[in-house]
C-alpha cells in the first residue's frame, strides 16, 4: 500500500495543484462567483461521498420549510438525463438521481431540482418561484462559481479528510487545506454518546480556522420500511440470517448499526458501487442469493438511498419475492451543538428576507 501511494503521488500533486490553481483563481477575483438574491446554503464535503450530506441537507429542510420557501438544488449524479430538470410524481433515479428522488419523495411540498451548472440551476428555480426564500446546495462545496451564504463541509468520524489524502493517493477532491474556505465543519456519524475528552480529541485533529465553527452529529435509525408497499409480512425483532444489500460509500455505519442492534445470528453482503443503478442482472442476483440462504428467517435488508433505486418498476417483478426493507436515517447535534446550529441557520434565512 505504502509503494503504490508513492507512485501515486506525483498524479495526486497534480490533480491536487489543477484545484489549488482553480481556487487561487476564485480568491483573486480572476474567476467570479455569483451572489443570488435569496439564501444560499452549501452543504459538501472534501472527501468523494460517503459522509453524510442527504441526512443533513433533510436536517435542514425540516428545520426550515415550516417558516420558509425552500427548494433543493443537486447535481442529480448518475443520473441518465441533463440540464435542468425539476423533480415531478413521475421522476425515477434514472432521471434524476437517487439523492434529489429521496427528497422529492420525503418532501413532496418543496421544489427539488437538478442541475449540473449550479448559476443556471438557481436562475431556472428562481424563474419558476420567484417567492423562495432558501436554496440548499447540495455537494456544491468546489461549486465556486455560485457564492453562498454559508458554506458547510462534512467530514465522516470514522474516514476523516484530515486523514485522507488527495485522489487517487486518497479520496480527497482537494487539499486538506481547502476546508478553511467553509463557514462551518461538522463532524458526522459521531457516536451518540462520547466524553468532553473525545470532543476536545476531535476539536484538535479538525483545527478550526476562528472564522469556523464546529458542531457534531450522529446518525438515527428509524423503524424498518417495506422495500415495496406490496410487502404483508413486518418486520420481526430478529432473524436468523439478514442480508445487507448497499450501493453508498460507507456502508459500515448500518452494519454496525445492525450488529449493535442484536437483530441477526448471521450477516450475509452484497456491496455495489455507490449510486449503483441496480440492473435485471442485479435484481436476479440478489434474488438468487437471498433464496440460497437456508434458512426461512431471514430478510434483506438495505438503506434508504438504495431504496431509491432499487424501488424501480422495472426491477419489482425480480425482487416480488424477497422479504425485503429499508432503514431510513437522520441526522441529530450533540446538545449545544443542535441549539446554536439551528438558530445560526434561522437567523441567516431570515436576516437574508428581510434585507431583500
Not at 420557501?69 to 447535481?75: E, I, Q, W, Y
Not at 425483532?237 to 448500518?254: E, F, R
Amino acid at each position: 500500500m505504502i509503494l503504490l501511494r508513492l507512485l501515486l503521488f506525483p498524479f495526486g500533486l497534480i490533480y491536487g495543484l489543477i484545484g489549488w490553481l482553480r481556487n487561487k483563481a476564485f480568491d483573486s477575483g480572476i474567476f467570479s462567483s455569483q451572489s443570488f438574491p435569496v439564501a444560499v446554503i452549501s452543504v459538501g464535503n472534501l472527501n468523494m461521498g460517503g459522509t453524510g450530506k442527504t441526512p443533513h441537507i433533510e436536517y435542514l429542510i425540516r428545520l426550515l420549510k415550516e417558516d420558509y420557501k425552500v427548494a433543493t438544488l443537486s447535481r442529480g449524479y448518475r443520473r441518465k438525463t441533463r440540464g435542468f430538470l425539476l423533480a415531478d410524481p413521475g421522476s425515477t433515479a434514472e432521471t434524476i438521481g437517487d439523492e434529489p428522488l429521496q427528497y422529492r419523495r420525503k418532501f413532496e411540498d418543496i421544489p427539488v431540482a437538478v442541475c449540473e451548472n449550479r448559476k443556471e440551476g438557481i436562475r431556472r428555480l428562481l424563474a419558476q418561484y420567484p417567492d423562495l426564500d432558501v436554496i440548499l446546495l447540495d455537494d456544491a462545496f468546489q461549486h465556486r462559481s455560485v457564492k453562498s451564504g454559508i458554506s458547510i463541509v462534512l467530514t465522516d468520524y470514522h474516514k476523516p479528510y484530515t486523514q485522507d489524502y488527495i485522489f487517487p493517493v486518497g479520496m480527497l477532491r482537494e487539499f486538506r487545506s481547502g476546508a478553511k474556505r467553509s463557514d462551518i465543519v461538522i463532524k458526522t456519524k459521531t457516536p451518540k454518546i462520547f466524553s468532553p475528552i473525545t470532543r476536545r480529541s476531535l476539536e484538535e485533529d479538525i483545527k478550526p480556522a476562528p472564522h469556523q465553527q464546529l458542531f457534531f452529529s450522529y446518525l438515527t435509525y428509524g423503524m424498518p420500511v417495506p422495500l415495496f408497499e406490496k410487502e404483508d409480512s413486518p418486520c420481526k425483532s430478529s432473524y436468523n440470517t439478514v442480508l445487507m444489500v448497499t450501493g453508498i460509500a460507507n456502508p459500515d455505519p448500518l452494519e454496525i448499526y445492525l450488529k449493535e442492534s442484536d437483530f441477526f445470528n448471521e450477516l450475509e453482503k452484497m456491496i455495489f458501487p455507490d449510486h449503483h443503478l441496480f440492473t435485471l442482472k442485479d435484481a436476479g442476483t440478489i434474488s438468487k442469493t437471498f433464496h440460497n440462504i437456508v434458512t426461512r428467517n431471514k430478510v434483506m435488508i438495505t438503506t434508504e438511498k438504495d431504496a431509491m433505486r432499487l424501488r424501480d418498476s422495472s426491477l419489482a417483478t425480480l425482487l416480488d419475492s424477497v422479504h425485503a426493507f429499508y432503514l431510513p436515517i437522520e441526522v441529530e447535534f450533540h446538545k449545544q451543538d443542535k441549539l446554536i446550529f439551528d438558530q445560526q441557520m434561522l437567523d441567516y434565512v431570515r436576516k437574508n428576507k428581510k434585507n431583500r
